[in-house]
């Protein structure tokens, strides 16, 4: 299948500062997605108002139809508009509209193993409404490979047209995902549906776990420029499109890390790989209490492999 | 062949600061490689006290057998001491003395593929003194795939102990090194040599090639604490030891590093992964005009980019 790259930078990196980007910003971001030739850009959560106070969070926590067009404009270009929506947290009979009325290209749903029959409705809801969907079971390492097997057989009798392999912490090694996206291809073969793949960079293998996905199959392909992510971040952009497309794309992501990345990390916005990610990864366990340790400007990297292991607070 | 990782911190991490590193340090960083179960520590280069003046850097550029002696003590641990011997800059037939006589175990010989007659000439001295050795082959991004068969021939018939996969530049990807490392392996069979891997961090692959290296058959392993090493680094003692062993062993490492390398970073020694070594890598360049780019704190990506395209000054 045709390989595709989606940016989430405003959507994971939303995660590390309550998604409160700049307009000039995204608007920025934007364009140096279209001239980098990256096939979609999602732009945040679809998240309830009912749920979550939206003056607690930037915009695009909400994704409000009105707010992306103050971006996009008329959006006449090849680059689609995606948006995330996770299983209960989302309005989505209220506030995903008719695709011919939305700006919105796809739906991209998350959920856990145990909320796939939900996941499952919302992806019918939306593709009936016109959607590109995909679905994107994260914490697999949770999952055995049985479960993991009767979800996939779900998704394949689904409407979803992209399936996401997800290392929610960052705890795979390159011969797991080779594995793993080998086992997604293969339980959907002939279903038609792509497989993508979300890489996180605890153990600082987001990189090379995306590309040995590639290498087996996936190709849908998800980034964030300078690898902006929740707690250690994602594969980067411009790591990738080092990697399999024309070097030239490189430049208009290398020119926006310069003008709008480095003031938001000189801001205080933190991100990026360090050594308590890399114990929560080796553990496989959530990186909530790496990203508390780090935030609390602790150093004890020793007290927090005890508390991994022992299951305490650090 | 048994797998043994060699921890090069003092020798790698000593291009960042000059071989300045404190006794106390390196004595805790013996303890700490001990503790861990680290199979070889490099404690520098043996460079010409000739060709570089003994005041412009720390020992460790030097090695002299008393100063490892004064860390060590009598030694009587399992771990090996090994040196790195540059060919050209090494005064190997004064420095490098009798074994019997000496506390250092193995002299790594680095060299570059157009000089590996004098390196064979080096490490034949070395055997005949009693020394294990390993000849390290640099910058092989450089040399076709015909010139280091020719390279593996002769140090297959060479008395070298190992003989090393080395990513210089830090440009190789997964699928080269599994490529490369069943090379070095398919070449030297029956001849005994262990084959080992130095990467470096310029694309943030230092740990899942050092991996991919060790699944496609190659032993001996080059780490260094927290990656520190020239330029982006290296692959890092606690990733390798979270990999493939106990998992207690990496406790001593995370403790030195929070001692250590910390107070080390808070001086303003600068090591590890950022764009500018990333373009390097990808331009499979040496790192120098990286370094020198951090250095003058630029953060003109995109005329870096330019730069390397065009072989210009950034």
Redesign the interface.
């Known amino acids: 299948m045709k390989q595709r790259i989606l940016d989430c930078t405003l959507r994971d990196g939303g995660l590390v500062n309550r998604f409160r980007f700049s307009d000039e910003f995204v608007r920025a971001l934007y364009k140096a997605n279209l001239e980098a030739g990256i096939d979609y850009m999602e732009f945040g959560y679809k998240s309830s108002e009912d749920q979550f106070d939206r003056e607690s969070f930037g915009k695009w926590k909400f994704c409000r139809e009105e707010d992306i067009r103050d971006i996009v404009g008329d959006h006449h270009t090849p680059m689609k508009i995606s948006v995330m929506a996770d299983v209960g947290r989302t309005d989505y009979r209220k506030d995903i509209i008719d695709r011919k009325d939305s700006v919105i290209d796809m739906i991209r749903i998350a959920t856990y193993g145990n909320t796939i029959d939900e996941a499952l409705e919302m992806t019918e809801y939306c593709a009936e409404k016109g959607y590109e969907t995909s679905v994107n079971i994260m914490a697999i390492s949770n999952n055995t490979r049985e479960e993991l097997s009767d979800i996939l057989d779900k998704l394949g009798r689904s409407p979803a047209d992209a399936i996401y392999l997800v290392d929610s912490y960052g705890s795979f ?3 797991q995902i080779r594995s793993l996206a080998a086992f997604y291809v293969e339980k959907t073969a002939g279903t038609g549906k792509q497989i993508g793949i979300h890489a996180h ?1 605890n ?7 995306t ?2 996905a590639v ?1 087996s199959g996936i190709s849908l392909i998800d980034v964030t420029v ?1 690898g902006m992510g929740r707690g250690a971040g994602n594969c980067s952009t ?2 990738l499109l ?2 399999f497309r024309e ?1 030239e794309e ?2 208009p992501i ?2 926006f ?2 003008k709008y990345m ?1 003031p938001l990390k000189k801001d205080g916005v933190v991100w990026g ?1 360090d ?1 308590p990610y ?2 929560t990864g ?1 553990g496989r366990r959530h990186p909530s209490s790496a990203i508390q340790f780090m935030q609390e400007k602790k ?4 007290k927090l ?1 005890y508390s991994l ?1 022992m299951g305490m607070k650090a």
Do not use: C, K
């Open positions: 090694y390159p011969e960079n153990q600082q293998l987001a990189f090379a776990n590309i040995e290498n300078n411009e790591q080092g990697y070097r490189e430049l290398l020119e890390i310069e480095l790989y050594i890399l114990l080796q150093t004890a990297y020793s492999y292991q």
